[in-house]
Nanobody, 119 residues
Framework: QVQLVESGGGLVQPGGSLKLSCAASGFTFSAYAMNWYRQAPGKERERVAGITGFGDGTNYAVSVKGRFTISRDNSKNTAYLQMNNLTPQDTAMYYC????????????WGQGTQVTVSS
């Protein structure tokens, strides 16, 4: 079965960096685009970044463009999110997402990893 396991979250000071990882299993990793989402308390889930199956195309939310970089290593079945110049507004639970060809209701999600930006 499809499994997505995020790691790499934690507490970081403003201006700091973190790199999140999403280890995937149970499907042909390179056949699917991957996304990172985040959700802060009291806010809707927000799509942060996406990457194509072979990593040749990426896109970002305006709020993170120029600071975050999504990447993937298909030999390791892992997607990454490098986050630089973090601000308190980046504090959220971050989720790895694998879209489903059946539509958003059938997407796969990891359990999330908490990122807290605070001094």
């Amino acid at each position: 079965q499809v499994q997505l396991v995020e790691s790499g979250g934690g507490l970081v000071q403003p201006g700091g960096s973190l790199k999140l990882s999403c280890a995937a299993s149970g499907f042909t990793f390179s056949a699917y685009a991957m996304n990172w989402y985040r959700q802060a308390p009291g806010k809707e889930r927000e799509r942060v970044a996406g990457i194509t199956g072979f990593g040749d195309g990426t896109n970002y939310a305006v709020s993170v463009k120029g600071r975050f970089t999504i990447s993937r290593d298909n030999s390791k079945n892992t997607a990454y999110l490098q986050m630089n110049n973090l601000t308190p507004q980046d504090t959220a639970m971050y989720y790895c997402n694998r879209p489903s060809r059946g539509g958003p209701a059938y997407d796969y999600w990891g359990q999330g990893t908490q990122v807290t930006v605070s001094s």
